[in-house]
């Protein structure tokens, strides 16, 4: 609102109401109207009281009081026509006051009808001198036109300065808000540009602008996601060197492995031949040992005078023989076996030389027998004892 300290009238409202002048017959209702106006005044702030959309408006009674005092000589100013630079502070003061609590207008016209029917009652029923006819009524009206314009432009300058803080108040919070907007979009964009960086696989992308306080912690937000996912794709990469060296080991075991069970595999074939070939030695060795003993019986028979010896002899053959069995279950001892089977075989020689001292005439005589052949001997022809 532009006002003029020789003027604190606003330009509007002085082009409607004209020039604030005395009107005699609105001065001779002067007392009258100021002795209404302290009750007035207590009407309606006990209509205050009572509303409580209204009440809300006041801490306590004191406040309520504080506020009814201000308004008696705001009144008296309205009553007297005093309209200076205090006045107008004053009609500043009470549109702005109720601007920033929240009074809606309505209310305040609401109050300021409250006020004017008592003074319109306090005018009206004053006493009315005998014979005063038609100039007494004049006086009424004219009295009343010009405390209702008054009053009027008093409500005019309070709206006003209310209009006008809403107004002010309203481009404050579109230019915060425009203002608001910019750092916001500042913050988009710095974002955006990073997470575009982030997504063209750069892990290193980091915002260093500085940001406006209510958007700091977002880009501190995104600086420490933007590590965390750099440190977990770090690790992740060398988990997959590890893997993959695990797996170039493991593979070169695997071929090793494969090598070595293929060098087995063919050992184990050898082995089973030799095996085979062992078993059939065996056989045959038992074979050989059979007929040994069938030889020894034989020489039993015919040595019948040396029975102790022929029994050892029977004996040891009997040993030859289990010694065969045994040879056919060990096969992977094999040499030994043969060499035990040999001894065996020596010491049934020795038995039957021994046999030969007993009786001389025996063809197994020591000086008869020839070496232990590799295949079992026949049975020689029998001679005459």
């Known amino acids: 609102m532009n006002e003029r300290p020789h003027d604190p009238v606003p330009p509007p409202a002085r082009r409607i109401r004209g020039p604030v002048r005395a009107e005699p017959a609105y001065a001779a209702l002067g007392s009258i109207i100021r002795e209404a106006l302290p009750r007035a005044l207590d009407a309606f702030y006990e209509r205050v009281r009572a509303t409580p959309e209204t009440r809300r408006f006041f801490r306590d009674d004191a406040q309520m009081q504080g506020a009814k005092s201000a308004q008696v000589g705001h009144w008296d100013a309205i009553v007297a026509g005093r309209i200076d630079a205090d006045y107008a502070a004053a009609v500043t003061a009470i549109g702005r006051t109720h601007a920033r609590i929240g009074l809606e207008p309505r209310w305040y016209i609401g109050g300021y009808g409250l006020v004017m029917a008592e003074l319109i ?21 004219e009295g009343l036109a010009e405390l209702t314009q008054r009053a009027m432009l008093d409500m005019d300058l309070a709206i006003s300065t209310y209009l006008d803080a809403l107004q002010a108040e309203r481009d404050r919070v579109a230019a915060a808000k425009a203002e608001a907007d910019a750092r916001q979009q500042a913050v988009v964009a710095a974002l955006g540009q990073a997470l575009k960086t982030l997504a063209d696989g750069d892990l290193t992308a980091r915002i260093h602008q500085d940001f406006p306080s209510e958007y700091r912690s977002l880009r501190d937000d995104f600086n420490a996601a ?31 492995l494969a090598s070595r069970t293929e060098r087995q595999a063919a050992g184990l074939e050898r082995t089973a031949a030799t095996a085979e070939e062992i078993a059939e030695a065996v056989s045959r060795t038992a074979g050989g040992a059979q007929d040994t003993a069938e030889a020894v019986a034989e020489v039993r028979r015919d040595v019948s005078d040396g029975g102790e010896v022929v029994q050892e002899t029977t004996d040891a053959m009997a040993a030859i023989r289990d010694s065969s069995v045994e040879i056919g279950r060990f096969t992977s001892l094999i040499d030994e076996i043969a060499f035990q089977t040999n001894l065996l075989a020596l010491n049934a020689g020795v038995e039957a030389a021994r046999a030969g001292e007993a009786g001389a005439a025996s063809p197994w005589s020591p000086r008869r027998c020839a070496p232990w052949p590799s295949a079992p001997p026949r049975r020689p022809a029998r001679s005459a004892p």
């Open 121 to 141: 009652r306090a005018v009206v029923g004053r006493p009315r001198p005998r014979f005063a006819g038609a100039a007494h009524d004049r006086q009424t009206a």
């Open 226 to 256: 933007s590590d965390s996912l750099r440190r977990a794709f770090t690790a992740v990469a060398d988990s997959v060197a590890s893997v993959r060296t695990g797996s170039e080991e493991l593979a070169a075991a695997s071929d090793d």
